[in-house]
């Protein structure tokens, strides 16, 4: 960063050229941006650490985001505590899977935009404009995930409009759908998404919705390597955030590890999770 004469930073760092972070960012300091560095032709998905299995789910009046604790690096474990589930802003969150110190650079970045962005315009986007805002940044990486360092976020956040919660999904290209109901993203996100399918109601509770993905994540666990279920040993249990009206909540850790406990309990007896009923 360069001062003036007076030792002051430049009048153009003062006068935002937009309400967008990004735009000020390419402007001033364009070597910070994911998508203007280069690895060179090599490979380094294999040598990197990557998060796997994230999970969102609606219920009346709000969203649950529920994230796995594992991050793996090739067939080594790498981490076994890894926060893949963050706010990206009062109402809203964002969670990955994919090349993990990429991911979290990613929401850091998402953060401070839509932080930008509320201060100079005094309000904030909107839910549509916030998952637009995320899939220009994820099309920013494009270059790192053609080097094998893709980044895959979830995002969820509550809608005014609709008094409810939303969900949207991203390919590494920046493409944005927005899914119904529940979503689950990583490597053992075909798992999740079966015991979603089974056990998701559209009357659940704030409280059965993040049993509900605890138990998505617990049966991705059984399936997928790559994927960490609650360490029971080491009390290591997953991250859950929950927005409704009232604004995003990370769930205490000693209220999942009730829920959790309560789960593994019932999971002794059967250990393929509960049956979903034919009606």
Not at 221 to 234: F, H, I, V
Request: some cysteine.
């Amino acid at each position: 960063m360069t001062f003036d004469a007076s030792g002051r930073l430049p009048e153009a760092f003062l006068t935002p050229g937009g309400s967008s972070f990004m735009d000020f960012l390419a402007g001033h300091a364009p070597d910070l941006l994911p998508g203007r560095r280069s690895l060179g032709s090599a490979d380094f998905s294999a040598d990197v650490p990557h998060g796997t299995t994230i999970v969102a789910a609606t219920f009346p009046g709000g969203v649950v985001m529920a994230g796995d604790r594992r991050a793996t690096m090739g067939n080594i474990i790498a981490q076994r505590d890894i926060e893949k589930v963050f706010p990206a802003d009062e109402y809203s969150a964002v969670a990955f899977a994919g090349s993990a110190g990429f991911g979290i650079e990613m929401v850091r970045l998402f953060q401070v935009e839509l932080e930008h962005y509320e201060k100079l315009e005094g309000t904030t986007l909107s839910l549509d404009g916030k998952s637009n805002r995320l899939s220009a940044l994820i099309r920013g990486n494009l270059a790192m995930a053609m080097q094998g360092l893709a980044v895959v976020p979830l995002f969820a956040g509550y809608d005014e409009e609709i008094k409810g919660g939303r969900i949207f999904s991203y390919d590494p290209t920046g493409g944005r759908y927005e899914e119904t109901h529940f979503h689950s993203v990583g490597s053992g996100s075909l798992f999740a998404r079966g015991a979603l399918k089974k056990l998701y109601r559209e009357d659940l509770s704030a409280t059965d919705c993040v049993t509900v993905v605890i138990q998505s994540l617990i049966d991705a666990a059984d399936d997928d390597s790559a994927t960490g279920g609650p360490d029971m040993l080491r009390r290591i249990f997953p991250v859950v955030g929950v927005v409704t009206a009232d604004g995003y909540q990370r769930l205490p850790e000693d209220e999942v590890a009730a829920i959790v406990d309560s789960v593994w309990a019932e999971r002794h007896n059967r250990p393929d999770g509960p049956a979903s009923t034919l009606t």
